[in-house]
């Protein structure tokens, strides 16, 4: 099943959201740090039955934040009423983990005319006590760091917290029952976090900081199932609920695959509403549907001024990183947040080509300029960035973005090659957006080969 993936502004404020499948409308909320990534497999499955729409929360994903100081679960929640409202597809039933749980109960229970159902998981209930816990030290600050030391931390701290609850204790009491060294889904959360930066804190500490919004046993509200799974940390909190409202139920599965299961069952129940119809989108932004002989995916744009042509930026870099005017920029395949190749990306600049040709006659633009790419042995200057179990391949990236504004190429670190720079170009502000983009370019090197051969 197809995930397609949109912008829409909303007040003057971007936000990025997934959308797969057919039927009514299902919203899906993500927990933190993550973004709607993590509702890829969910929307595979259960787009058979509804339109899955998943949106980044303000400031997580490709969604721009709120610009709030002292964030609130009530200004999150009230931005994502602002995004059904904008999508036209309320009344609506909703699915929402940890995070996303707390978002959707705020907003249920303030705007309960808003929603079908209410699906639940790992809805918490804090005590002082463990606040305290999930504190300063649960969501330290973890601004760039001059020789990427962030990246250290942050990448031990996603890996850990699979081992631990939280994921600072480590201690044998502390052990979590799903410990794992997967360094593909540790990716997966790192590159929520490093979209985030160190504003992933802002969104976290709402989450922890909110109180219980579970509506009065009185009030009126939409059915709910509140459930969670063995082994779950936060699953526990369901025995602080008190009464519920009438329609409301609480369950506990053995596992995540039973938990996910309970809910789309429960879902199902209270599936009702027309068929979700085409959704605005943002005019200036957004991700093409492209197919040629070898790729087949979103190509992702942005458009400046009165765009004239194409832009195409150098393998390893991605849209946004060029001073560009009056064009519209793309994402080359396995770069920035364009879709990979359907199989090994090609050496050869036909296929690129392919792909250039069909965004030029979706937009009607015939002209397309490149930026040059780097000078040096194609086989050294990009070498695998796949994930490692440790993570260095983070710190290796974070080495060469930083050792290219010093040398050309980047691997020949002597003075017969060093090159003027400017100093500012090396705060690690800069170097995150530079250091991003090499991460994500899966198919730089290729791409690198095809220019070569063009």
């Known amino acids: 099943m197809k995930i397609t993936r949109h912008y829409l502004s909303i007040n003057g404020r971007r936000v990025h959201y997934r ?113 305290e816990i999930l504190g300063d030290a649960y969501i330290p600050p973890n601004p760039a760091k001059p020789f990427g030391e962030h990246l250290v931390w942050m990448w031990n701290r996603i890996l850990e917290q699979s081992w631990y609850f939280p994921w600072y204790r480590q201690d044998p009491k502390t052990r979590m029952p799903f410990a794992h060294d997967n360094p593909e889904l540790v990716a997966l959360i790192v590159d929520d976090m490093l979209n985030c930066n160190d504003a992933y804190r802002f969104g976290y500490r709402a989450a922890i900081e909110a109180q219980n919004d579970i509506p009065a046993a009185d009030a009126e509200a939409p059915p709910a199932l509140l459930n969670g799974y063995v082994g779950d940390p936060l699953t526990v909190h369901m025995e602080r609920t008190g009464l519920l409202p009438k329609g409301w139920h609480k369950s506990t599965q053995a596992n995540p695959l039973e938990q996910r299961a309970a809910s789309f069952d429960f879902l199902l129940t209270q599936r009702a509403g027309d068929e979700a119809g085409p959704l605005p989108e943002d005019g200036h932004q957004g991700f093409l549907p492209v197919k040629t002989p070898l790729f087949e995916g979103l190509i992702h744009w942005r458009a400046s001024g009165d765009p004239k042509r194409l832009h195409i930026h150098a393998p390893g870099k991605e849209l946004g990183m060029a001073d560009v005017s009056d064009a519209i920029e793309i994402d080359m395949p396995g770069h920035g947040l364009a879709d990979k190749w359907k199989g090994a990306a090609p050496a050869h600049w ?57 040398f050309e190429p980047w691997y020949e670190a002597n003075a017969a090659y060093a090159v003027d720079f400017d100093p500012s170009d090396l705060e690690p502000e800069r170097l995150v957006i530079e250091h991003r983009a090499l991460i994500r370019a899966v198919s730089a090197k290729q791409l690198a080969m095809a220019l070569s051969n063009k």
């Open 19 to 131: 959308r797969a499948g057919k039927g009514p409308p299902l919203l899906m909320v993500h927990q933190s740090p993550r973004s709607s990534s993590e509702y890829e497999p969910l929307m595979q499955e259960w787009g058979a039955r509804f339109t899955c729409i998943a949106p980044d929360l303000p400031g997580f994903g490709h969604s721009e934040p709120l610009g709030i100081a002292n964030l609130t679960i009530e200004d999150i929640a009230d931005s994502l009423m602002a995004f059904v409202d904008a999508l036209g597809i309320g009344p609506v039933p909703a699915y929402g983990f940890h995070t996303g749980a707390i978002v959707l109960m705020s907003a249920v229970r303030r705007f309960p005319e808003k929603f079908t159902a209410l699906s639940a998981v790992g809805y918490p209930i804090f005590n002082e006590q463990e606040r």
């Open 350 to 406: 036909q296929a690129w080509q392919d792909v250039i040709d069909a965004v030029a006659a979706h937009f009607g633009i015939a002209k397309t300029s490149f930026d040059p790419p780097a000078k040096g042995d194609i086989d050294r200057l990009y070498p695998d960035l796949s994930p490692s179990r440790f993570g260095h391949h983070l710190t290796e990236a974070w080495g060469i973005v930083r050792a290219a504004h010093i």
